[in-house]
């Protein structure tokens, strides 16, 4: 197919995906991810906000240590061990120089070879608007790339023993309208997959009325059989931002 999906890369050891809330790369990106730990890559997950303000018939600070330990589970799941969360405020995270610095210091802390994130772009495709958060979150991550392998921005990282990482080869972008790439994902991954957005009880709960692992098989399955561009296989699609 002349618009056939180029493979993601493998040639990669570890990752870093940042995104704003508890549950964004459950629905989707997980899969991707569980077969990517299982290949024995690393993955660590960096949340912006912890979702407090997700859940509208709970209270923000209740939510918020919810939402943390179902991001916690969920992660365990696709086999993430390292969550880390960077308490911004859920629904009004600003793009700019704060937000960069914060994510430039995870990259240099981290130091992945591929950074992960959620759509940066005004819509997830015709007629779908995207929400502030993601679009600030992609957006800095993008920038932070950078950022965190030049020297003369935010030098106090330095002072604070995170040297500078210019290792980041890709960014790439989950849910993206554009996909450029997309990696192909087997049942065992599908399956992990479920159960990681299953996790999220209390979040799905309250946004539908079936049971949660209903409802992430069905959200999950469809994800990744939407990517028809890879000759019809399972698969999870990204935009892919190459840095070098």
Known sequence: MEDRLDPMPEDWRRALAIVAHPDDLEYGAAAAVAHWTAAGKEVAYLLVTRGEAGIDTMEPAEAARVREAEQRASAAVVGVESVEFLDHRDGVIEEGVPLRRDLAAAIRRHRPDLVITLNPHDTWGPGWWNTPDHRAVGRAVLDAAGDAGNRWI????????????????????AGSPAPTHAVEVGEEDVERAVASLAEHRAYITALDDREPAEYAREIVTGTVEAADRTGGRRAVSFQLYPRR
Do not use: K
């Open 154 to 173: 935010f030098t106090d990282l330095a002072e604070e023993g995170l040297t500078p990482w210019d290792g980041v080869r890709w960014v790439a972008a």
